[in-house]
């Protein structure tokens, strides 16, 4: 039977992804939308289509999607990658406490994150761990759970996400199943509000620079979508009339959503539309979300090179303040006047995450800065837009699918 | 960090909500945050979680994704198509 099931998500993964004629459908679709928004408004409309999940740019840059739409819509990177926002003084007082004798458990990513500011001559946790510090690498918090029981050393899990592992951490602290020994310093952030102050900068930039209202559709993040339900992106519709589409993460899902942006733009039918609908449901999964706000409670925090936005981070409660690293430990946490720019000089990370910048403007971008040398945070993780850039940008793929595709 | 992997569960202990999960023949044990999971599911994992079980029904019927866009394509095309009669006659 499994076999037979995993047989059969094969064949849909293909059904999605080489399906040329339909793509060339969507893509002439999108085209005549297009000129009937221009009809419409009366001008050359350029329409900015904005992303908040790695998984999408990777999608959008892998498979070329920017070279196949046409050249008046433009497609945004947000702030999409948590390893990328995670800012560098949380990374810092772990190596501070990685020389005090505590262990560190951390994912791969955030291991290699550079820091803007050296610890003991570190400027990541993986510089501690050569350095002698005791650092853990692990797939899961599961995995940093079964590591610690039984095991005297403190140990401190660098609680970095999205909505879409909060559940985890918040399902092993309501059911007792976190060691007591084990301290969680938690950096959990929630996307919406990140979306919302992303725009917010975007519309007001392009305002003073253009004088003239944008128009912009969001690419709302799928994964994180079946946790917080499409309910959570109404906001953006009703506050700031913007469509939004839930979307899938192959090709085809990413061309349909953008061309059901267009559509509701040019009939002014605004909504939330979910795409990725095998996954994802209006009120997304109810179960986890209470989990989620029983264990943690919501707050102002801080994003790397962005800066605070509001309501965005997720603090343990009262109840678990004993494995709270901030209680427990006496790490202050960031305030306005304790944080700082916290990219290296040049690096223009911050403005890639508000969609304010692409790659390509950085001085660093593949010279000083590449994958397997990165100085800064997006370069890092597989779902950090210069990474992405970095290794795909210049993917031959889309010469091939363009091909194909007669264009 | 947001990529996550389908997989079908093939094990699962309700009391401590972990489940083990094949990857097409890697297994991994998870942690599980959605409720009426049973073995057999196809479901989404993402760091070591179980964020959503996929549609079973859609899985099924996986040709009437396809059709389903299909029919959009061409109920958009002909709505397009009638607007621009309606357009070009005024
Ligand atoms: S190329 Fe490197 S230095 Fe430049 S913005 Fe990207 S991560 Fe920062």
């Known amino acids: 039977m499994s076999l037979n099931i995993q047989d059969r998500l094969r064949r849909i993964e293909e059904l999605y992804r080489n399906n040329l004629s339909l793509i060339s459908r969507i893509r002439d679709l999108s085209n005549k939308l297009l000129e009937k928004l221009q009809r419409k408004t009366g001008r050359n409309v350029k329409v900015r289509i904005m992303n908040f999940c790695g998984t999408h740019e990777w999608t959008t840059v892998y498979y070329g999607i920017r070279s196949i739409v046409p050249s008046s819509i433009e497609l945004v990177a947000g702030p999409g990658c948590p390893v990328c926002i995670t800012p560098s003084y949380y990374v810092e007082q772990c190596i501070k406490l990685g020389f005090e004798g505590y262990r560190i458990y951390t994912y791969g990513d955030t291991y290699k994150v550079p820091t803007v500011r050296p610890v003991e001559g570190c400027r990541s946790l993986e510089e501690a761990k050569a350095a002698g510090c005791d650092v853990v690498v692990v797939y899961s918090f599961l995995d940093a759970i079964r590591h610690v029981t039984g095991d005297p050393r403190r140990g401190i899990f660098l609680g970095i996400g999205f909505e879409t592992i909060a559940p985890a951490y918040a399902q092993m602290f309501k059911n007792n199943k976190v060691p007591r020994d084990l301290y969680f310093l938690s950096v959990v952030r929630l996307t919406p509000p990140a979306a919302e102050y992303t725009l917010n900068v975007c519309r007001r930039r392009l305002v003073e620079e253009y004088g003239e209202e944008p128009l912009f559709g969001v690419i709302a993040p799928g994964h994180v979508s079946t946790i917080t339900g499409g309910e959570a992106w109404s906001f953006l519709v009703e506050r700031y009339r913007i469509p939004v589409v839930v979307s899938g993460f192959e090709p085809v899902d990413v061309l349909l959503s953008i061309c059901e942006i267009l559509r509701q733009l040019v009939t002014g039918d605004l909504r939330v539309c979910i795409e990725y609908s095998r996954a994802v449901t209006w009120r997304g999964n109810v179960y986890a979300k209470r989990l989620m706000s029983e264990v943690f409670a919501i707050r102002d925090s801080f994003w790397r090179g962005i800066g605070k936005i509001p309501r965005s981070g997720l603090y343990l409660r009262e109840t678990y303040l004993f494995w709270d690293a901030f209680n427990m430990l006496g790490i202050k946490d960031l305030d306005e006047s304790s944080w700082y720019r916290d990219v290296p000089g040049g690096c223009k990370c911050g403005e890639i995450m508000l969609g304010l910048a692409t790659p390509l403007e950085c001085p660093h971008f593949l010279k000083s800065c590449t994958p397997s040398r990165p100085l800064g945070p997006c370069m890092v993780s597989s779902e950090g837009t210069c990474s992405i850039w970095a290794r795909y940008g210049s993917s031959l793929l889309i010469e091939d699918l363009a091909r194909e595709l007669g264009i | ?90």
């Open chain 2, 1 to 90: 960090m947001c990529w996550a992997v389908p997989g079908v569960v093939v094990e699962i202990d309700r009391e401590n909500n972990i489940a083990t999960v094949d990857f097409g023949g890697v297994q991994r044990q998870v942690i599980v945050a959605v409720e009426n999971i049973n073995v057999g599911d196809i479901v989404l994992v993402h760091a070591g979680l179980i964020i959503s079980k996929l549609d079973e029904k859609e899985l099924e019927e996986y040709r009437r994704l396809m059709e389903e866009f299909e029919r959009a394509i061409e109920s958009q095309e002909e709505h397009m198509h009638q607007e621009y009669l309606v357009e070009s006659s005024q």
